[in-house]
């Protein structure tokens, strides 16, 4: 399994982005697509997720109502739309992808990372 994460870039305080990771090759019918972000300073972070085949989606309280997360599920797409940007959510965004149809805030839990993507917020 291949994961490709796009959408990053540099945007200014309370701005919007929207990221997307597509995974390739095959899959359990069964998984969760998750997103992480880390700063240099800082452990990489669990944001949410969404599963497969059901939908079930859940994110951190510290982001909701200003992130979502969604899905496509005939392209095995998932995407990290983020509203009301601060300069603290500047990070490395990274998607992963977990064998498991239960969305687990656990790193261990994630088999496939893509490459991260830099989100740059300004003030």
């Known amino acids: 399994v291949q994961l490709q994460a796009s959408g990053g870039g540099l945007v200014q305080a309370g701005g919007s982005l929207r990221l997307s990771c597509a995974a390739s090759?095959?899959?359990?019918?069964?998984?969760?697509m998750g997103w992480f972000r880390q700063t240099p300073s800082s452990e990489r972070e669990f944001l949410g997720g969404?599963?497969?085949?059901?939908?079930?989606?859940f994110v951190i309280e510290s982001v909701k109502g200003r992130f979502t997360i969604s899905r496509d599920n005939g392209k095995k797409t998932v995407y990290l739309q983020m509203n009301s940007l601060k300069p603290e959510d500047t990070a490395v965004y990274f998607c992963?992808?977990?064998?498991?149809?239960?969305?687990?805030?656990?790193?261990?839990?994630?088999?496939?990372w893509g490459q991260g993507t830099q989100v740059t917020v300004s003030s």
């Open positions: 992963a992808l977990s064998l498991s149809g239960t969305v687990y805030s656990d790193r261990s839990r994630y088999r496939y």
């Open positions: 090759g095959r899959t359990s019918s069964s998984y969760t």
């Open positions: 969404i599963s497969w085949p059901y939908g079930k989606e």
